[in-house]
């Protein structure tokens, strides 16, 4: 069913019962997000349907610390990994230049170069197609949810290129060769991150719909800014509203992360 099928579908979603209900609020997402100048990318990764695990380095170094004093400091190495060949990576950079050699008429074919958790997924996708879409229907990791599909209430956000980006309003066909992070993709190793993590402790889940657009954006946040003040979270946070309540206690989660 292509996307357009699917918006004209006449049966009552979730997503329109809850935009009906007006539970779906607008915020200033686009403006939030024009404040993020330089996220870094997320280094955790996670399985996506189709493909092979992908497997993390661990490695040991020893610091000094002062005169007498040493620290030992655990550093996890992501794998970026072809989904094509199976051949594993260190850097996306390498991966990105291994695709382009080694399997570049995939492109000169039309199909289009998802890099979506540090694993490279070739699709066949069309010109009206959105990210959201994609990585919902065709890749299935429906993690990201889709809710106003007008960029409005940021339940789609998802991170590309190690910044926040609503996937309902960008076409799928923009993002050949760039690395998408989805809210499968915090989780390493069959640990949740520790910003999920803290959405639990500190009682800042709902319903789950909204969720992972709230965290997605809160994660490029502490990337953009490490201790962000109340203010600061609430500004940034502002195109990810909802009527369940627990906006101070995600306040609360994202700066229990941040100390």
């Known amino acids: 069913m292509s996307e357009e099928q699917e ?3 006449p049966g009552l979603s979730r997503r329109d019962f809850l935009k009906d209900a007006g539970l779906i609020m607008g915020g200033a997402t686009l403006g939030s997000i024009a404040l993020v100048n330089a996220c870094g990318k997320t280094t955790e990764t996670v399985t996506v349907p189709g493909s092979t695990s992908t497997v993390t380095n661990t490695v040991t ?12 400091v655990t550093v996890t190495t992501p794998k970026y990994v072809c989904s094509i060949d199976n051949q594993e990576f260190t850097t996306l950079e390498a991966l990105k230049t291994h695709t382009n050699t080694a399997h570049g008429g995939m492109a000169a074919s039309g199909m289009t170069q998802f890099i979506v958790n540090g694993k490279s997924i070739w699709r ?15 890749i299935g990791l429906t993690g990201t949810k889709r809710g106003c599909d007008h960029g409005d209430c940021g339940v789609c956000t998802v991170i590309l290129d190690g910044r926040p980006t609503l996937s309902c309003l960008t076409l799928a066909v923009e993002v050949d060769g760039k690395s998408v992070t989805t809210v499968e993709g915090l989780v390493m190793g069959g640990s949740l991150d ?43 946070m502002a195109g990810t509203l909802c009527r369940c309540g627990a906006h101070p206690n995600i306040i609360r989660a994202i700066q229990a992360v941040a100390q």
Do not use: H
């Open 7 to 9: 918006v004209k579908n």
């Open 61 to 72: 170094t020893t610091t000094t610390v002062g005169a007498n004093s040493t620290a030992t």
């Open 124 to 138: 066949e996708v069309k010109a009206n197609w959105t990210l959201a879409y994609v990585l919902r229907e065709k």
């Open 194 to 236: 520790p910003l999920q993590q803290a959405f639990i402790e500190n009682d800042a889940m709902q319903c789950g719909f909204c969720i992972p657009g709230q965290i997605m954006t809160a994660k490029a946040l502490l990337t953009f800014r490490s201790k962000p003040t109340a203010d600061e979270i609430k500004e940034f």
